[in-house]
């Protein structure tokens, strides 16, 4: 049985060896992931990413602001308008007025319209300097947002190539992982004939549980990488994806 299960992990071994390029199964409850190229990842960035989406809004408040400060050169028109109601009590000595006549006057409604201009001639050079200042202040947004934009691209680049380093580190935490289970059990089989001793086992056993938590730090990696190339793209750190 032993020798069995020995040729069974080196049927394994072989058909690792013999496939490189070699893929782990996914959890069969999580939704089948994404397969993206750089130039996807790259794309969905650039359409996704809130830091593209901010440097865009500072960007039209820029804009804008240089046509607040270009108002200052126009004049200001208005209209004032208003109604009142009104009534109130005369109090006359004794002896004047009619005896019929009332003490009371109003209530009685009040009406008033009018218009006004107003122009700015002379400033000492206020609105020249705060329209220069908004023109610079447009560009230093235009040229932030071209920054942003570079940046989120190196990001996804770097995430991206991270985590292509860590599938790869997988793969060959898995191929470590399937020789030390090997060896170990050669180790076993060999300590049965007499040809290894205990120690030799030990020595074996300890090489598995190292390539066994190799394999779970690479898993490791993997679920990072995943989740900086998703907050890179703009999307949930969660969303499964696969690189091509």
Known sequence: ??????????LRLALVVGF????WAEDPAQPN???????????????RNPLLSAAAQDRIAAREAVGESRAAYYPTLGVRGGVSRWQTHAFLPGGLGAPNLPSIVGPTDDWAAG?????????SGVRHAGLAAAHSLEAAAVHTAD???????????????????????????EHSFILA????????????VGDKTESDVLRAQV?????????????SLIRAAKGSLNTAMGAPAETPIDID
């Not at 218009?115 to 400033?123: K, P, W």
């Not at 090489?207 to 898993?219: G, I, N, P, S």
């Open 147 to 173: 920054a942003v934009r570079q940046t989120v691209i190196l990001e996804v680049h770097e995430t991206f190539y991270q985590l292509a380093v860590a599938m790869e580190l997988r793969v060959v935490a």
């Open 207 to 219: 090489e598995v549980d190292d390539a066994r938590v190799e394999r779970v730090r690479a898993d």
């Open 115 to 123: 218009g006004f201009a107003r122009v700015l001639l002379l400033d």
């Open 1 to 10: 049985m032993k020798t069995t299960g020995s040729l069974r992990h080196l």
């Open 181 to 192: 289970e090997s060896h170990l059990e050669i180790a076993k089989n060999r300590q049965t």
């Open 33 to 47: 992931p994404v397969r993206l190229t750089l130039s996807d990842c790259v794309r969905l960035a650039l359409e």
């Open 20 to 23: 490189p390029f070699f893929v």
